[in-house]
């Protein structure tokens, strides 16, 4: 079955600093989509950024940038000079062999302090 | 303009009883989308709809799991025979391409 790991259930960080949330994915396509969710107590899913696996590019949106490496199956979202509204339940999902299924990770819950 | 909704935003019923649970995607996605988000699984993928082609059920966790999609665009989610297991939020999602946006959910809770 593919899987989307995040190792880290809660990660904490300090306004105005940088943090990393790692994800590692299995699949066995050539193309594919991985995207990161930020889901706060509101429930709704936010969508942070989006990769395509043939880019070789690592996407990046605002203070919010990816580290893609293909060959290893890692896609980690790096949070620069965070900020208290930043503050939420991150999720990694990756396409399925369908091609539209997202598959997730267990999610990382980040706190934000002043 | 306007996202996706998602109706009611939070449910409580009995066990046994069905409930119905409704998603409006964003204007003019094609694709839409049902998951179910729950302490244990995590988030689990349920159905997909694509236009006027035959819906992808392989995630409906039993058949007393049903939904259907009218006219291309909203959806209902039904669950016959609640169980208490069935408690969780019911996320819906819509897409053009290749990005689900999603509603804000529907909490279920099963008593």
């Known amino acids: 079955a593919q899987t989307v790991t995040q190792s880290q259930p809660e990660m904490s960080v300090q306004e105005a600093e940088t943090v990393t949330l790692s994800c590692t994915y299995d699949?066995?396509?050539?193309?594919?989509?991985l995207f990161w969710y930020k889901q706060p107590p509101s429930r709704q899913m936010i969508l942070v950024i989006r990769?395509?696996?043939?880019?070789?590019q690592n996407a990046t949106e605002n203070r919010f940038s990816v580290n893609f490496q293909k060959a290893a199956k890692s896609f980690s979202l790096k949070i620069s000079d965070s900020q208290l509204g930043d503050a939420a339940m991150y999720f990694c999902?990756?396409?399925?062999?369908?091609?539209?299924?997202?598959?997730f990770g267990k999610g990382t819950s980040l706190l934000v302090t002043p | 303009g306007a996202g996706v909704s998602q109706s009611p935003s939070n449910k409580v019923t009995e066990k046994g009883k069905d409930v119905e649970l409704r998603c409006d995607p964003i204007s003019g996605h094609t694709a839409l989308y049902w998951y179910r988000q729950s302490l244990g699984q995590g988030l689990e993928f349920l159905i997909y709809?694509?236009?006027?082609?035959?819906?992808?059920k392989s995630g409906l966790p039993s058949d007393r799991f049903s939904a259907e999609r009218t006219g291309g665009s909203v959806s209902t989610l039904t669950i016959q025979r609640t169980q208490q297991e069935d408690s969780a939020v019911y996320l819906c999602a819509s897409s053009l391409e290749d990005t689900q946006y999603f509603g804000p959910g529907t909490r279920l809770t099963v008593l």
């Open positions: 699949t066995s396509e050539s193309d594919y989509y």
């Open positions: 709809f694509q236009g006027n082609s035959a819906p992808d």
């Open positions: 999902a990756s396409e399925t062999n369908s091609g539209y299924a997202l598959n």
């Open positions: 990769q395509e696996a043939y880019k070789q």
